[in-house]
């Protein structure tokens, strides 16, 4: 999985020093005793704040992990299907015949591995330590985050970071469309060479938005609570009633408005179906792996932050009754919508699945 630091160095094309000044590859933002340039704001991005600490959104909203654990695992029983058939056929029509037998010794030694390096690949998927969202410390003053088992945690000096927005592309079937991120750049003292950087949170549809993140931040290090606008409520991803909601959020994005009904047009139905089909099964096991996985232990230091207990002077806005609904997997046209993506998804690799076996079992394969 590509975490939140190796994103921002994709995000910087393999720029190895940070310009001096703005220009293509994007501008800097406002840091210490600088005035503003945009009101303070959550965007959707900030899950928690308290005295001691932020919790952002987690960075990569979607991730290859589930499609690996999906497709290892569907592979893997399609595999163990035709692995039986070799064996039952191999036993049927051999009939002492050596040569038979040694092809189907060759036949059952390909599907094994097959079948086992996918079942591999699957476990590993499901098992690999999934890292929390980025934190910062308001006493320690830092940005803490999981790079993965080899480097381990990472942190930050809020006080060293140079703060950046930076453009980025996507291209999708659907078109192409822009969005930016708010990166956060450490670098090597005496020298614009760019010791670490930092994606706290997912891309951003405006540039004002990661300036107006930025400004929250700042704020919130710096300045008091009742400077701070109330964070919007966000469902969780350790709710499995809540896999719907997040799902109209990181598969569909744009295509679903606050309310979670498509936007008007032909072409979004007949697109969020089409990719809501081919995705569905690989999300819901990115959500399972996101509730299941192994989680890394803290710092010590940020245990300490963690723990904190006490009355929250941050306010969070309260949900509405609709965003209740859907978090609980109750909002009807929510569940309906997705009902029918299930269902077409169920059907598309149900029979994929079931054509492949039955072949293998008829000789046709």
């Known amino acids: 999985m590509r975490k939140a630091g190796k994103l921002a160095r994709e995000l910087l094309l393999g720029m190895k020093t940070l310009p001096e000044k703005n220009g293509y590859w994007g501008y800097f933002l406002k840091k210490g005793q600088e005035p503003p340039e945009e009101k303070p704001a959550a965007v ?20 290859e992990r589930g499609m690996w654990l999906f497709y290892g695992g569907w592979g893997a029983v399609l595999g163990v299907c035709v692995l039986f058939s070799s064996i039952f056929d191999c036993l049927i029509n051999c009939s002492g015949d050596f040569y038979f037998l040694i092809n189907g010794v060759i036949i059952f030694s390909v599907v094994a591995s097959f079948v086992g390096g996918l079942a591999l690949l699957a476990y590993r998927s499901a098992r690999q ?24 945690w990472q942190w930050l000096d809020y006080d060293k970071v ?25 670098m090597e003292e005496g020298s614009r060479n760019i010791r670490k950087m930092l994606l706290p949170a997912p891309p951003l549809p405006r540039p004002h938005d990661a300036e107006a993140l930025w400004e ?36 569909l994005g744009g295509f679903v408005n606050k309310h979670h009904r498509l ?14 089909m081919v995705d569905y099964w690989s999300q819901r096991c990115w959500l399972w792996i996101q509730r299941t996985a192994p989680r890394p232990d803290y710092p010590e230091e940020l245990r300490e932050v963690l723990g904190w207990e006490g009355e929250n002077p941050y306010r969070t806005r309260a949900p509405t009754e609709e965003e209740i609904l859907a978090w609980t997997g109750k909002l009807p046209h929510l569940k309906r919508r997705w009902w029918i993506v299930a269902t077409l998804s169920t059907i598309l690799y149900g029979g994929i699945f079931f054509w492949m076996t039955i072949n293998a079992w008829t000789g046709q394969l």
């Open 216 to 251: 929250f931040i700042r704020i919130y290090m710096d300045g008091s609570p009742e400077q701070l606008p109330a964070i919007d409520p966000l469902p969780s991803c350790q709710d499995s009633r809540a896999d719907l909601a997040l799902m109209d959020r990181r598969v």
């Open 129 to 152: 330590p999934l890292g929390p969202p980025v934190l910062l410390s308001r006493s320690l003053r830092r940005f803490y985050w999981w790079m993965d088992k080899r480097q381990g």
């Open 162 to 186: 140079t703060p950046v927005v930076k453009a980025g592309t996507m291209v999708t079937a659907a078109g192409t469309s822009t969005f930016y991120n708010l990166l956060l750049v450490d």
């Open 263 to 276: 936007e008007p047009g032909l072409f979004n139905i007949l697109y969020t179906s089409f990719w809501g």
């Open 44 to 63: 959707g991005k900030i899950e928690k704040v308290n005295p001691a600490f932020i919790e952002f959104s987690p960075a990569q909203l979607k991730d």
